[in-house]
């Protein structure tokens, strides 16, 4: 059965927003960790942000820092992605992910540390 769906993509030109949605099922929303991924063609899979259901820390890349946040509705078991300013250079499928904590933090590198995947959401973003 689907875990995680993610929705909200499209194409959007430079400097506009979009957010993004994680819907998740009841068991993978117990996860410690949700995870949002990016992946544009001929690159490999980056991690950009971050959060962690025990104390609800998030951690997000140097290349999205301050202009995307993380968040989560547990009512709801759906994590969110807003983004704004966007670039060109955020043109990718984007991929939600839940796992397990590591050391107390939720880490962006190593996609092989996360179990459960989405099936993505393409972002477009035009100069």
């Known amino acids: 059965q689907v875990q995680l769906v993610e929705s909200g993509g499209g194409s959007v030109q430079a400097g506009g927003s979009l957010r993004l949605s994680c819907a998740a099922s009841?068991?993978?929303?117990?996860?410690?960790?949700m995870v949002w991924f990016r992946q544009a063609p001929g690159k490999e899979r980056e991690g950009v942000a971050a959060?962690?259901?025990?104390?609800?820390?998030?951690y997000y890349s140097d290349s999205v820092k301050d202009r995307f946040t993380i968040s989560r509705d547990n009512a709801k078991n759906t994590v969110y992605l807003q983004m704004n300013s966007l670039k060109a250079e955020d043109t990718a499928m984007y991929y939600c992910?839940?796992?397990?904590?590591?050391?107390?933090?939720?880490?962006?590198?190593?996609?092989?540390?996360?179990?459960?995947w989405g099936q993505g959401t393409q972002v477009t973003v035009s100069s």
């Open positions: 959060i962690w259901r025990g104390l609800g820390s998030t």
């Open positions: 009841a068991y993978t929303y117990s996860s410690g960790c």
């Open positions: 992910a839940a796992g397990s904590v590591y050391g107390g933090r939720c880490f962006l590198d190593g996609p092989w540390r996360y179990s459960v």
